[in-house]
């Protein structure tokens, strides 16, 4: 009920002026009841400095699905609202990702037309034609962009093998730093949570549109601990976009660390110049993992670097063969009259019940390194059970030099 709360009306006079608000507004009038009671226990969001651009895509020859802007709207605040409350529980702050409004109270949704058939940008090959034309309107109306995080959705196909009932045919993943989902018109909040055919599409694809949001925000794959699975269900991250809406799903601490170096997640008056070119790369300079028989301890000293993740997965070690990538943050300690900092962590074998390869074959442990410029580094090490010393060092891989992207 923060519509006639004082907030709420401070919310809307400040939509009234400015067109534009991240963090806290009140729940729009005209959004639908399921909504306003979904977002009822929203938690104000601190302001953000920026925002993910949104864009609704089409070809030259297809429309929006019914009511897009009120349905994507309701759906985007209550992602925002999901990532904000996660945030919170992990210790970040009550934060998310900046969205733009509209004077109602709509998220700003921004419709790109195509220059080809929408058949001419499809999941297979459709996305670099897309990206140039986003990219060319981006160009022209420069206003609207307001960070490099771009988040695009298309109407589903609508022919033999997609419809409303079987949506697909448009790109459905994360780029770079941009992402694609979809949109049908059954695409409602109102069918969360609820098991039927409706609501079970509508986890596969809000699931999944949270997901690939997460990777376009800078997010890569990973799997809980034990004892944070048991607790909270199924990382968003890991197969969390099949569980989100239906059963327990949640965002690992290491997740929303990462979020913190991300542009859209800035907060107001953050005047970092996220991304930039030519800016040096982190330098592992001691770096030790001695492996016993119930914990893997690893430190490192690294100077350049504004903190320091590690997952631990199972082969293989490929691009998206990574779900089941346990993640943890390291701890840090600043060593005095240095740039360096200590990075630590004691990883409890007993947290890595979800992999099979612990104390018996091959694993990676993955150092995802982070700058406070958003830029982020990965270093492998592999080691085998069957063969390691248990209580000595490993030998380790050379440092450097790191290449980037997690
Ligand atoms: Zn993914």
């Given at each position: 009920?923060?519509?006639?709360?004082?907030?709420g009306m401070l919310g809307a006079l400040l939509l009234a002026v400015s067109g534009v608000v991240?963090?806290?507004v009140a729940?729009p009038?005209?959004?639908?009841?399921?909504?306003?009671?979904?977002?009822?226990?929203?938690?104000?969001?601190?302001?953000?400095?920026?925002?993910?651009?949104?864009?609704?895509?089409?070809?030259?020859?297809?429309?929006?699905?019914?009511?897009?802007?009120?349905?994507?709207?309701?759906?985007?605040?209550?992602?925002?609202?999901?990532?904000?409350?996660?945030?919170?529980?992990?210790?970040?702050?009550?934060?998310?990702?900046?969205?733009?409004r509209e004077a109602n109270g709509n998220?700003?949704?921004?419709?790109?037309?195509?220059?080809?058939?929408?058949?001419?940008?499809?999941?297979?090959?459709?996305?670099?034609?897309?990206?140039?034309?986003?990219?060319?309107?981006?160009?022209?109306?420069?206003?609207?962009?307001?960070?490099?995080?771009?988040?695009?959705?298309?109407?589903?196909?609508?022919?033999?093998?997609?419809?409303?009932?079987?949506?697909?045919?448009?790109?459905?993943?994360?780029?770079?730093?941009?992402?694609?989902?979809?949109?049908?018109?059954?695409?409602?909040?109102?069918?969360?949570?609820?098991?039927?055919?409706?609501?079970?599409?509508?986890?596969?694809?809000?699931?999944?549109?949270?997901?690939?949001?997460?990777?376009?925000?800078?997010?890569?794959?990973?799997?809980?601990?034990?004892?944070?699975?048991?607790?909270?269900?199924?990382?968003?991250?890991?197969?969390?976009?099949?569980?989100?809406?239906?059963?327990?799903?949640?965002?690992?601490?290491?997740?929303?660390?990462?979020?913190?170096?991300?542009?859209?997640?800035?907060?107001?008056?953050?005047?970092?110049?996220?991304?930039?070119?030519?800016?040096?790369?982190?330098?592992?300079?001691?770096?030790?993992?001695?492996?016993?028989?119930?914990?893997?301890?690893?430190?490192?000293?690294?100077?350049?670097?504004?903190?320091?993740?590690?997952?631990?997965?199972?082969?293989?070690?490929?691009?998206?063969?990574?779900?089941?990538?346990?993640?943890?943050?390291?701890?840090?300690?600043?060593?005095?009259?240095?740039?360096?900092?200590?990075?630590?962590?004691?990883?409890?074998?007993?947290?890595?019940?979800?992999?099979?390869?612990?104390?018996?074959?091959?694993?990676?442990?993955?150092?995802?390194?982070?700058?406070?410029?958003?830029?982020?580094?990965?270093?492998?090490?592999?080691?085998?059970?069957?063969?390691?010393?248990?209580?000595?060092?490993?030998?380790?891989?050379?440092?450097?030099?790191?290449?980037?992207?997690?």
């Amino acid at each position: 009920m923060n519509g006639l709360s004082i907030k709420g009306m401070l919310g809307a006079l400040l939509l009234a002026v400015s067109g534009v608000v991240q963090g806290n507004v009140a729940v729009p009038e005209h959004f639908s009841a399921r909504a306003k009671e979904l977002l009822a226990d929203s938690i104000e969001l601190a302001p953000a400095a920026h925002a993910v651009n949104v864009v609704y895509f089409l070809g030259n020859d297809n429309e929006p699905e019914p009511d897009y802007e009120r349905r994507l709207s309701e759906l985007l605040l209550y992602v925002q609202q999901f990532y904000g409350k996660e945030m919170q529980r992990n210790g970040m702050g009550a934060r998310s990702f900046g969205l733009r409004r509209e004077a109602n109270g709509n998220v700003r949704i921004l419709l790109v037309r195509g220059k080809k058939s929408h058949r001419d940008y499809p999941y297979n090959g459709g996305t670099n034609a897309c990206l140039q034309e986003v990219a060319e309107f981006f160009r022209s109306h420069p206003e609207e962009k307001h960070s490099d995080h771009t988040f695009i959705l298309m109407p589903t196909f609508h022919d033999e093998q997609n419809g409303e009932k079987s949506p697909g045919g448009v790109p459905f993943y994360g780029y770079g730093r941009d992402c694609f989902a979809l949109d049908y018109a059954d695409f409602d909040i109102k069918h969360l949570g609820q098991n039927t055919r409706e609501g079970r599409l509508l986890t596969k694809w809000l699931g999944g549109f949270a997901h690939e949001l997460g990777h376009g925000l800078n997010l890569p794959h990973n799997a809980g601990t034990t004892s944070d699975v048991a607790l909270y269900g199924t990382p968003l991250m890991g197969a969390g976009n099949y569980t989100f809406g239906m059963r327990p799903t949640y965002m690992t601490r290491s997740s929303c660390r990462l979020l913190t170096a991300s542009e859209t997640f800035a907060l107001a008056g953050d005047e970092t110049d996220f991304y930039p070119k030519g800016a040096p790369a982190p330098v592992i300079e001691a770096a030790s993992v001695v492996p016993s028989a119930d914990k893997l301890v690893v430190r490192m000293r690294v100077s350049g670097c504004a903190f320091v993740n590690l997952q631990v997965q199972d082969p293989p070690f490929q691009v998206n063969r990574d779900y089941d990538a346990v993640a943890f943050c390291m701890a840090e300690e600043k060593l005095p009259g240095t740039d360096s900092v200590v990075y630590s962590l004691e990883v409890p074998l007993a947290e890595l019940q979800g992999l099979q390869n612990t104390r018996k074959g091959e694993q990676a442990l993955e150092v995802l390194l982070t700058q406070a410029n958003g830029w982020r580094y990965r270093w492998r090490i592999t080691l085998d059970w069957s063969k390691l010393t248990l209580d000595a060092p490993l030998p380790l891989p050379e440092t450097g030099p790191l290449y980037r992207g997690y």
